[in-house]
């Protein structure tokens, strides 16, 4: 029964900034690196960043990177997306998704898509001028 549930998405400004949060429950929050992905009407799902076990490092995709930042609680089992100066074109619905292959290795921030064991529902987030 393992549930990665998001809040936070909703309607925000241009230039406006935005949390995200993933609620887990059911897995040990240790044992995996914790990705965000976001995928917009008729475009394919789309890599956001990720961070670590240990939350210590992060990665982020060329398209947001400077405009985001990944956190985790691991005392809550929450991870965390931070957005700021928000453009249209971030304009999606929002997964976080759970990922134990090579957690503790050298691999974790190139994974694929497909190997992340477990998503959330999303949560729609909407940017306008």
């Known amino acids: 029964q393992v549930q990665l549930v998001e809040s936070g998405g909703g309607l925000v400004q241009t230039g406006g900034s935005l949390t995200l949060s993933c609620a887990a429950s059911?897995?040990?929050?240790?044992?995996?690196?914790m990705g965000w992905f976001r995928q917009a009407p008729g475009k394919e799902r789309e890599f956001v960043g990720s961070?670590?076990?240990?939350?210590?490092?992060?990665y982020y995709a060329d398209r947001v990177s400077g405009r985001v930042a990944i956190s985790r609680d691991n005392a809550k089992n929450m991870v965390y997306l931070q957005m700021n100066n928000l453009k249209p074109e971030d304009t999606a619905v929002y997964h976080c998704?759970?990922?134990?292959?090579?957690?503790?290795?050298?691999?974790?921030?190139?994974?694929?898509?497909?190997?992340?064991?477990?998503w959330g529902q999303g949560t729609q987030v909407t940017v306008s001028s």
């Open positions: 998704a759970a990922a134990a292959k090579d957690a503790y290795g050298s691999t974790w921030r190139i994974l694929t898509d497909a190997q992340y064991d477990y």
């Open positions: 059911g897995l040990r929050f240790l044992s995996y690196t």
């Open positions: 961070i670590n076990w240990s939350g210590v490092n992060t």
